[in-house]
């Protein structure tokens, strides 16, 4: 069973500076297989990134994704306030969605 | 639009049973596959398993073999999850979610959750 581990755990930035979270795979993973989600307090999670590097319906170009192998990054290029949020990794094999532990993405 | 509604949060006792529903609205409730999580305080969400609503196949996630039950009710577009035996450490959010796409790869929407706290 694949497992991601996501770091930073939590990440301080400011408005307009730039984010990078990871996510590491115990195994290699079909990139078309692999998205991040955002979740703010209260909410259910919500698509961002797909197939590695697509953008989810409504979601500001920002936000990309890349990535191959074992190793897949998610980059916020200029932090918005609605940015701050938990980003998690997701990927998809044998029916099952496993997700990362998260990362807090708060402000400084 | 696409709308999953569930039902509201549930306080039950150690040993207790819960039962939750999500209600799909704006696409044919038989075309996708419903997946249920658990997310605990903290932590990222976990697949518990899914419920195709056309034939009612269902698969669950290892760890809640024996654990969960879910169904689907194609007369009112609506699946449910059913926890037994609760305990402490099941006090989560539980969410159903949907994959519009042909390959189920990534869950679209999501329900707003439902709230169940276990507690003596």
């Known amino acids: 069973e694949i497992v991601l581990t996501q770091s930073p755990g939590t990440l301080s930035l400011s408005p307009g500076e730039r984010a990078t979270l990871s996510c590491r795979a115990s195994?290699?993973?079909?990139?078309?297989?692999l998205g991040w989600y955002q979740q703010k307090p209260g909410q259910a999670p919500r698509l961002v990134i797909y197939?590695?590097?697509n953008r989810a319906t409504g979601i500001p170009d920002r936000f990309s994704g890349s990535g191959s192998g074992t190793d897949f990054t998610l980059i916020i290029s200029r932090l918005e306030p609605e940015d701050f949020a938990v980003y998690f990794c997701?990927?998809?094999?044998?029916?099952?969605?496993?997700f990362g532990q998260g990362t807090k993405l708060e402000i400084k | 639009e696409v709308q999953l509604v569930q039902s509201g949060a549930e306080m039950k006792k150690p040993g207790a049973t819960v039962k939750i529903s999500c209600k799909v609205s704006?696409?044919?409730?038989?075309?996708?596959?419903i997946n249920w999580l658990q997310q605990a305080p903290g932590k990222g969400p976990e697949w518990m398993g899914l419920?195709?609503?056309?034939?009612?196949?269902?698969i669950y996630a290892e760890r809640f073999q024996g654990k969960v039950t879910i169904s689907a009710d194609t007369t009112i577009d609506t699946a449910f999850m059913e926890l037994s035996s609760l305990k402490l450490e099941e006090t989560a959010m539980y969410y159903c979610?949907?994959?519009?796409?042909?390959?189920?790869?990534?869950?679209?929407?999501w329900g707003e959750g439902t709230t169940v706290i276990v507690s003596s």
């Open positions: 195994q290699r993973t079909n990139s078309r297989y």
């Open positions: 197939g590695v590097s």
């Open positions: 704006g696409y044919t409730f038989t075309a996708h596959n």
């Open positions: 997701q990927e998809y094999g044998d029916a099952h969605y496993t």
């Open positions: 979610a949907v994959s519009l796409r042909d390959l189920p790869t990534f869950l679209d929407v």
């Open positions: 419920v195709d609503p056309q034939d009612g196949e269902v």
